[in-house]
């Protein structure tokens, strides 16, 4: 899977879940929700905002010292914000991607395959915590690397290669973040599902550089799981055509060991 097999999954998520009605119902609430958790958390550190601003550092009576107050408000404005919708995405991702987004993933390897692969009967409590503790790591690890890349851009003279390296870096967990959803409700563990993505980053870039064009990334964000759960079925059964191969080989050999007339 290269760059652009990527592109062309996330395309084909895309056109399937804007002709599936279950898909489509399930994105679109995807897609306000998320926005409806950015204004309510805005909102919410806006109104408290002078009292914030009054516990960091009280309103100064010198003129001479006003203005550098009203500066550190437009600033601790633009930081709350900023922080608002860090924080709603990490909400919205922990809590949809274990309900939405994996209901978008069963429906769509329902459709496809017919049936839903899971390892085992287990009550749904316990699915649902094992799938939120996963989604932890999913969601934090970009972020925290997204944080760290841009904060090392302002302590260097590499800002405009940093920027576009922490693009690159966030656009491809944003993309595993998608194509994790059936490993991980298989409960294939996290290092092995981790080690998986580290073979398979063009495509994971390929897949995520959608997500990059202004306006139409929040279209692409909300149906990616059906692009992703596309390409694990897919992965699923290149493995499955593999191993009849490696049976028949094991079997061969052991006949030519049988018989005495068999050739190299």
Same mark, same amino acid.
Request: proline content about 5%.
């Given at each position: ?126 699915? @649902? &915590?094992?799938? =939120? ?8 690890? /970009? $972020?925290?690397?997204? *944080?760290?890349? %841009? ?59 959608? @997500? &990059?064009?202004? =306006? ?8 990616? /799981? $059906?692009?992703?759960? *596309?390409?694990? %079925? ?31």
């Amino acid at each position: 899977m290269n760059l652009f097999s990527g592109i062309k999954y996330n395309l084909r998520g895309l056109g399937m879940g804007l002709k599936t009605p279950k898909l489509l119902m399930l994105g679109l609430i995807r897609l306000f929700t998320v926005i409806i958790i950015t204004i309510f958390a805005a909102g919410l550190i806006l109104v408290y905002h002078q009292a914030i601003l009054s516990f960091m550092w009280s309103k100064p009576e010198s003129q001479w010292v006003t203005w550098l107050w009203y500066l550190l408000s437009w600033l601790l404005s633009a930081v709350l914000v900023g922080m608002s919708a860090v924080i709603s995405f990490l909400v919205s991702q922990i809590l949809f991607s274990v309900l939405i987004m994996d209901m978008m993933s069963r429906i769509t390897e329902k459709k496809m395959t017919g049936n839903i692969q899971e390892p085992r009967k287990i009550p749904w409590w316990q699915q @649902f &915590l094992f799938l =939120v503790k996963q989604e932890i790591p999913r969601a934090t690890i /970009p $972020v925290l690397l997204a *944080l760290l890349l %841009i904060i090392t851009g302002w302590l260097t003279p590499l800002g405009p290669i940093i920027t576009i390296l922490s693009s690159v870096v966030a656009v491809i967990f944003l993309a595993w973040d998608n194509t994790d959803l059936t490993p991980a409700r298989q409960m294939v563990p996290f290092k092995e599902r981790f080690r998986s993505l580290r073979r398979s980053l063009l495509f994971h870039l390929g897949f995520g550089i959608l @997500f &990059l064009i202004p =306006v139409l990334n929040i279209l692409f964000l909300s149906f990616a /799981p $059906v692009g992703a759960t *596309l390409y694990q %079925i897919d992965q699923n059964k290149g493995s499955e055509v593999q191993e009849p191969k490696v049976q028949g080989s094991k079997v061969e050999n052991s006949e030519c060991r049988r018989n005495v007339f068999c050739l190299s």
